[in-house]
C-alpha cells in the first residue's frame, strides 16, 4: 500500500523560509510518472503548487511561487522536498504532497497534508 507523508512544516514569520518533506512507502517515486505540492489556504480551495517528474523531466511551478519555491527530489531517501523561501502570509495554507502513477491522469496518492503558517 502506498503512502505518503509530509512534514516540515511550521510557524515561520514572513521572510522566513520552510523545507516541506515528502516521504514515500511501499513504492518509489521513480515509479511515478509525477509527484506535486499543492496547498490549501484557509477558506480557499486546494490550488497547485510545484510538480516534478518520478524520474526524469522539468519543474513546473505556479507562477504565485517562482522564484521562491524549489522542488527537488532524492530517490535514494524516496523524499521529494519543498524549500519555500521569502514566505509571505499568503502562503499560510495546509501543504499536500500528491503522486501520480503512470496509469493515471489525475494525482492518485495523497498525504495528509502539513500545516505552514506565515505571521506578518
Known amino acids: 500500500q502506498v503512502q505518503l507523508v509530509e512534514s516540515g512544516g511550521g510557524l515561520v514569520q514572513a521572510g522566513g523560509s520552510l523545507r516541506l518533506s515528502c516521504t514515500a512507502s511501499?513504492?518509489?517515486?521513480?515509479?511515478?510518472?509525477?509527484v506535486g505540492w499543492f496547498r490549501q489556504p484557509p477558506g480557499k480551495e486546494r490550488e497547485f503548487v510545484a510538480r516534478i517528474p518520478g524520474e526524469y523531466g522539468t519543474t513546473y511551478y505556479a507562477d504565485s511561487v517562482k522564484g521562491r519555491f524549489t522542488i527537488s527530489r532524492d530517490n535514494t531517501k524516496n523524499t521529494v522536498y519543498l524549500q519555500m523561501n521569502s514566505l509571505k502570509p499568503d502562503d499560510t495554507a495546509v501543504y499536500y504532497c500528491?503522486?501520480?502513477?503512470?496509469?493515471?491522469?489525475?494525482?492518485?496518492?495523497w498525504g495528509q497534508g502539513t500545516q505552514v503558517t506565515v505571521s506578518s
Open positions: 511501499g513504492r518509489t517515486f521513480s515509479n511515478y510518472a509525477m
Open positions: 500528491a503522486a501520480r502513477s503512470y496509469l493515471s491522469v489525475q494525482y492518485n496518492y
